[in-house]
């Protein structure tokens, strides 16, 4: 159990604080309670982000949808509407046992050196990546020698530690281990980091761009029916559970140990070493009212759903358009790009002498197109189909692509580390 190897990182508070050892995840059992009508709609928004929160809330699976008629909330990303809704959670973050407060700022992180979190410590190893909010490092815990990942974030945010309890809490056993686990979060005066696990094999992204490097410069058919089928089968997981995971891109479907080691790729199994992570900016749709949309729109022009393009109200749909988005990029190598002609959303793919172009083309426009106000199209739909496809067209072809994928990724990570 990662969490339990460190333990040792979870020091007590300060004098009159709980120590968080005397809780146990199987204690929490808060109550949420739905932000009022009138909030949802009356509240001021603004595109910061921000906030902490922390529950275990046991959820029974129920099909996602925009309700008719739903409540329309500006911007799910305000900082001071996640506050709001997070002061609204009973019991509340600092009750968590792995969410630790600390009475400082946080410590300097630098590559090569060691940083001090009370009686314990982790050793800096290398600068993973960096975005607008956050810095993520690989780090080494020195008592176990444990690779893990530190994501180190000004102002803090632990909403991802949130979202985190929420899919331990709602997800059946048997698929957490496909999205990201934060083992804790610590917060400080003027951030917050989180540990996480490490996935060695590098991002779908990375895959891709090993592609654009060889002759036929992009991903072979069968591996991309493949991930397609898995991709869709983890996003259907989250939305059952209420969950809009609201980033859904390349670099954000990490291949782990599992991808390096299972050798069997049938599409229902769940070994397949993808792993979803980032959960910084999801929306967790049980915090509002039923049929709650949103009318804000990423910061990020090229990820923005057609919904947000053509000023109508979305939710789940973020997801699709990112699904589209991932898809298309494993296809061709490069981002997606829309248009719309006579009302209808298209991609700017044109399929050349491709064996499955009406099945490509079918999936985007069942992806760009949700009726304004219809059901939402299903994703297992579109996953059986392309799951029947390749399991009859390109069943023998499939194990061998997927292990000639890992001698280029682990030959990348090599070169990478010289």
């Given at each position: 159990?990662?969490?339990?190897?460190?333990?040792?990182?979870?020091?007590p508070?300060?004098?009159?604080?709980?120590?968080?050892?005397l809780?146990?995840?199987?204690?929490?059992?808060?109550?949420?309670?739905?932000?009022?009508?009138?909030?949802?709609?009356?509240?001021?928004?603004?595109?910061?982000?921000?906030?902490?929160?922390?529950?275990?809330?046991?959820?029974?699976?129920?099909?996602?949808?925009?309700?008719?008629?739903?409540?329309?909330?500006?911007?799910?990303?305000?900082?001071?509407?996640?506050?709001?809704?997070?002061s609204?959670l009973?019991?509340?973050?600092?009750?968590?046992?792995?969410?630790?407060?600390?009475?400082?700022?946080?410590?300097?992180?630098?590559?090569?050196?060691?940083?001090?979190?009370?009686?314990?410590?982790?050793?800096?190893?290398?600068?993973?990546?960096?975005?607008?909010?956050?810095?993520?490092?690989?780090?080494?815990?020195?008592?176990?020698?444990e690779?893990?990942?530190?994501?180190?974030?000004?102002?803090?945010?632990?909403?991802?530690?949130?979202?985190?309890?929420?899919?331990?809490?709602?997800?059946?056993?048997?698929?957490?281990?496909?999205?990201?686990?934060?083992?804790?979060?610590?917060?400080?005066?003027?951030?917050?980091?989180?540990?996480?696990?490490?996935?060695?094999?590098?991002t779908?992204?990375?895959a891709?761009?090993?592609?654009?490097?060889?002759?036929?410069?992009?991903?072979?058919?069968?591996?991309?029916?493949?991930?397609t089928?898995?991709?869709?089968?983890?996003?259907?997981?989250?939305?059952?559970?209420?969950?809009?995971?609201?980033?859904?891109?390349?670099?954000?479907?990490?291949?782990?140990?599992?991808?390096?080691?299972?050798?069997?790729?049938?599409?229902?199994?769940m070994?397949?070493?993808?792993v979803?992570?980032?959960?910084?900016?999801?929306?967790?749709?049980?915090?509002?009212?039923?049929?709650?949309?949103?009318?804000?729109?990423?910061?990020?022009?090229?990820?923005?759903?057609?919904?947000?393009?053509?000023?109508?109200p979305?939710?789940?749909?973020?997801d699709?358009f990112?699904?589209?988005?991932t898809?298309?990029?494993?296809?061709?190598?490069?981002?997606?790009?829309?248009?719309?002609e006579?009302?209808?959303?298209?991609?700017?793919?044109?399929?050349?002498?491709?064996?499955?172009?009406?099945?490509?083309?079918?999936?985007?426009?069942?992806?760009?197109?949700?009726?304004?106000?219809?059901?939402?199209?299903?994703?297992?739909?579109?996953?059986?189909?392309?799951?029947?496809t390749?399991?009859?067209?390109?069943?023998?072809?499939?194990?061998?692509?997927?292990?000639?994928?890992?001698?280029?990724?682990?030959?990348?990570?090599?070169?990478?580390?010289?």
């Open positions: 159990n990662n969490s339990s190897r460190l333990e040792h990182l979870h020091q508070r300060a004098a009159g604080q709980t120590n968080p050892r809780f146990t995840d199987a204690c929490m059992s808060p109550v949420v309670r739905r932000l009022a009508p009138s909030q949802a709609e009356d509240e001021p928004m603004s595109p910061d982000r921000g906030g902490y929160g922390c529950t275990d809330v046991p959820m029974s699976p129920v099909g996602p949808g925009p309700a008719a008629g739903g409540r329309r909330v500006t911007d799910p990303w305000d900082s001071e509407l996640i506050a709001e809704l997070l609204r009973s019991p509340p973050l600092g009750s968590h046992p792995h969410c630790i407060s600390w009475q400082c700022n946080v410590p300097s992180f630098t590559p090569r050196t060691t940083i001090t979190m009370g009686n314990a410590s982790l050793r800096v190893d290398c600068l993973l990546g960096e975005g607008a909010f956050a810095k993520v490092y690989q780090a080494t815990d020195p008592m176990t020698s690779k893990i990942v530190v994501k180190v974030q000004k102002p803090g945010n632990a909403w991802e530690f949130y979202m985190n309890t929420q899919l331990d809490a709602r997800l059946p056993p048997a698929v957490r281990h496909l999205y990201s686990n934060v083992q804790s979060a610590h917060l400080f005066h003027n951030g917050s980091i989180l540990l996480a696990e490490l996935h060695r094999c590098g779908l992204l990375n891709v761009n090993q592609y654009k490097k060889l002759s036929n410069k992009v991903m072979p058919q069968p591996l991309v029916m493949y991930f089928t898995c991709l869709l089968h983890m996003v259907e997981q989250l939305h059952r559970v209420h969950l809009v995971h609201a980033d859904i891109k390349p670099d954000n479907f990490l291949l782990g140990e599992r991808f390096l080691e299972s050798q069997c790729l049938d599409p229902e199994e070994e397949h070493g993808m979803l992570v980032d959960l910084g900016q999801s929306i967790d749709m049980e915090l509002f009212p039923e049929g709650t949309q949103f009318t804000a729109r990423c910061r990020t022009s090229g990820f923005q759903c057609t919904e947000m393009l053509s000023g109508r979305w939710s789940y749909q973020t699709y990112g699904i589209a988005g898809v298309y990029c494993m296809l061709f190598g490069t981002y997606m790009q829309v248009k719309q006579n009302g209808v959303w298209k991609t700017n793919a044109v399929f050349r002498r491709n064996p499955h172009s009406e099945l490509w083309l079918e999936l985007f426009h069942t992806l760009l197109n949700i009726p304004a106000g219809g059901a939402l199209p299903c994703l297992r739909s579109l996953r059986c189909r392309l799951a029947v390749l399991r009859e067209t390109y069943g023998s072809k499939v194990l061998s692509l997927k292990n000639r994928l890992l001698v280029l990724l682990l030959e990348d990570m090599r070169a990478a580390r010289r």
